[in-house]
T-cell receptor, first 110, second 115 residues
């Protein structure tokens, strides 16, 4: 059964810290892995990863995929209070459904 | 491009009533997905539709729930005889195709409260 496990479930850090969020998965037929940020509304798309070892970067956020060890990480450097959100990892497998992790709730304290 | 539009944003129903949730996909998108999110939980897949076809409804309860995506008009998620456990946020997403390298764009969701 395809599944996605995110860790930690919640994380509290201070502004300016760097955080690393983890997403491990099991899948029969990997298509892609996606990261979303969810505040009190709809998830907003961050990254889509399909190839191992290629870092995707957007400002202070970056993500990388390891298809051999079956995980991805999302890094946020120099965190700001506006980064506080739930970060969701989703896997697109053989049937093209998105299978979601439970999310990591990130709280940035000023 | 207005993005994925869902309405209503908030819906309150009494137990036993029907709830109709609407989703208009982004222009040019013919694939629609419905997800349910319970408080403090992740998104759970419910159903995947293309125009006039249900492709995968494996995540949708067999009883009381139905979905459609007609040739004209929005996709509708219909919940009959709602119960308190149906209270959740329902998100719709759309994509132009369903290949592995295509992300889905989400609407703002409909928050259903059953009283």
């Amino acid at each position: 059964e395809d599944k996605v496990v995110q860790s930690p479930l919640s994380l509290v850090v201070h502004e300016g810290d760097t955080v690393t969020l983890n997403c491990s998965y099991e899948v029969t037929n990997f298509r892609s892995l996606l990261w979303y940020k969810q505040e009190k509304k709809a998830p907003t798309f961050l990254f889509m990863l399909t190839s191992s070892g290629i870092e995707k970067k957007s400002g202070r956020l970056s993500s990388i995929l390891d298809k051999k060890e079956l995980f991805s990480i999302l890094n946020i450097t120099a965190t700001q209070t506006g980064d506080s959100a739930v970060y969701l990892c989703a896997l697109k497998g053989s049937n093209y459904q998105l299978i979601w992790g439970a999310g990591t709730k990130l709280i940035i304290k000023p | 491009n207005a993005g994925v539009m869902q309405n209503p944003r908030h819906l309150v129903r009494r137990r036993g009533q029907e709830a109709r949730l609407r989703c208009s996909p982004m222009k040019g998108h013919s694939h629609v997905y419905w997800y349910r999110q319970l408080p403090e939980e992740g998104l759970k897949f419910m159903v995947y539709l293309q125009k006039e076809n249900i492709i995968d409804e494996s995540g949708m309860p067999k009883e009381r729930f139905s979905a459609e995506f007609p040739k004209e008009g929005p996709s509708i998620l219909r919940i009959q005889q709602v119960v308190r456990g149906d209270s959740a946020a329902y998100f719709c997403a759309s994509s132009p195709q369903n290949k592995g390298n295509t992300e889905a764009f989400f609407g703002q969701g409909t928050r259903l409260t059953v009283v």
